[in-house]
C-alpha cells in the first residue's frame, strides 16, 4: 500500500514564502515523476509543477514561473514545493501526485490522469 504524505503550507502574506513537501510511504521506490497541482475554492484543481526522477526536467505552470521552485530527493522519496513572492490567488489547497510506474518523457505532466497516487491535500493561504 503506497501513502503519499503531504506537510507545510498554512498562512503568509502576499510577498512572502512558504514550503510544502510529500513523502511517499510504504514503498521504497522513487517515482518516475512527481506533481503538485492545487485547488481554489470554486475552481477546477490546475497544474503547478511537475519534475522528472532524476530532477534534471522541471515543468511549471505560467502563473507560477520564476516564483515556485520544485526539488526531489530521492533518497527521502520526497518532493518538495518552496514558494516565494506569493499572491492571494495562489490561495488554495495543494496537492501532490507521484507516478511510480514507468513515465515516458514524451508524455504530458500537467495532464492528472497521468498520476497514480495522490496526496489528502494541505492549505496554503495567502494573505493581502
Known amino acids: 500500500q503506497v501513502q503519499v504524505v503531504e506537510s507545510g503550507g498554512g498562512l503568509a502574506q502576499a510577498g512572502g514564502s512558504l514550503s510544502v513537501s510529500c513523502e511517499t510511504r510504504?514503498?521504497?521506490?522513487?517515482?518516475?515523476?512527481w506533481g503538485w497541482f492545487r485547488q481554489a475554492p470554486g475552481k477546477e484543481r490546475e497544474f503547478v509543477a511537475a519534475?522528472?526522477?532524476?530532477?534534471?526536467?522541471?515543468y511549471a505552470a505560467d502563473s507560477v514561473k520564476g516564483r515556485f521552485t520544485i526539488s526531489r530527493d530521492n533518497a527521502k522519496n520526497t518532493v518538495y514545493l518552496q514558494m516565494n513572492s506569493l499572491k492571494p490567488e495562489d490561495t488554495a489547497v495543494y496537492f501532490c501526485?507521484?507516478?511510480?510506474?514507468?513515465?515516458?518523457?514524451?508524455?504530458?505532466?500537467?495532464?492528472?490522469?497521468?498520476?497514480?497516487?495522490w496526496g489528502q491535500g494541505t492549505q496554503v493561504t495567502v494573505s493581502s
Open positions: 501526485a507521484a507516478r511510480l510506474s514507468y513515465y515516458s518523457g514524451s508524455r504530458d505532466p500537467q495532464n492528472q490522469s497521468e498520476y497514480e497516487y
Open positions: 510504504g514503498r521504497t521506490l522513487s517515482p518516475s515523476i
Open positions: 519534475i522528472s526522477r532524476s530532477g534534471e526536467t522541471a
